[in-house]
């Protein structure tokens, strides 16, 4: 299965407002509602920020928003703060042959 | 509280085998979906393999398809992933991760990581 597509990078002031895209096909982001979000802290394991395109598990800020439009998946963080450095991870799975799941490339948030 | 714990990486030669473990304590692994992910050295995240709570369907990328075989001992709260044949692009970080419902592929919780170097 083919990665899903972010950018490589972005960033912000704090206090800003970021959106990180995540592309990939109708048979995986476009098909189904099962996106999740993952933040990675450098030598740290993955934490799950949003799933099912934009809920949040208890816990995570209110800050971190998820939405979907079409094949394209988006993350949405208001109000960036620099523990908010961070890489981000999309997450989809497909099922176009058999059940797998799928990440994007990450995408390195830097907070100027 | 939910705890992850993977073992058994290591240094193997292309071609060698090792199996890892993971094990789990904290909630009720017999009624979970278990995955493991992996992560290249600098890289991002590459799922490898899901199980059922039950253990009675197995999912893996295309990658491993064949070479590593997934599974779980749910008397003793332990998943497993035999590598066999591996390779040098097998080398990275192998987190075991908990499915947020049975089988949703929503990692909830993830251990913290056993590193796989695959080198002569």
């Known amino acids: 299965q083919s990665a899903l597509t972010q950018p490589a990078s972005v960033s912000g002031s704090p206090g800003q407002s970021i959106t990180i895209s995540c592309t990939g096909t109708?048979?995986?982001?476009?098909?189904?509602?099962?996106v999740s979000w993952y933040q990675q802290h450098p030598g740290k394991a993955p934490k799950l920020m949003i799933y099912?395109?934009?809920n949040r598990p208890s816990g995570v800020s209110n800050r971190f928003s998820g939405s979907k439009s079409g094949n394209t998946a988006s993350l949405t963080i208001s109000g960036l703060q620099a523990e908010d450095e961070a890489d981000y991870y999309c997450?989809?799975?497909?099922?176009?042959?058999?059940?797998?799941?799928?990440f994007g490339g990450g995408t390195k948030l830097t907070v100027l | 509280q939910v705890q992850l714990v993977e073992s058994g990486g290591g240094v193997v030669q292309p071609g060698g085998s090792l199996r890892l473990s993971c094990a789990a304590s904290?909630?009720?692994?017999?009624?979970?979906?278990m995955h493991w992910v992996r992560q290249a050295p600098g890289k991002g995240l590459e799922w490898v393999a899901f199980?059922?709570?039950?253990?009675?369907?197995?999912y893996y990328a295309d990658s491993v398809k064949g070479r590593f075989t997934i599974s779980r001992d749910n008397s003793k709260n332990t998943l497993y992933l035999q590598m066999n044949s591996l390779r040098a692009e097998d080398t990275a970080v192998y987190y075991c991760?908990?499915?947020?419902?049975?089988?949703?592929?929503?990692?909830?919780?993830w251990g913290q990581g056993t590193l796989v170097t695959v080198s002569s």
């Open positions: 991760a908990k499915d947020l419902f049975t089988t949703t592929f929503y990692f909830d919780y």
């Open positions: 904290g909630f009720t692994f017999s009624s979970y979906g």
């Open positions: 199980i059922r709570y039950d253990g009675s369907n197995k």
């Open positions: 109708s048979s995986d982001v476009g098909g189904y509602n099962y």
């Open positions: 099912d395109v934009s």
């Open positions: 997450s989809s799975y497909t099922s176009s042959s058999t059940l797998e799941g799928v």
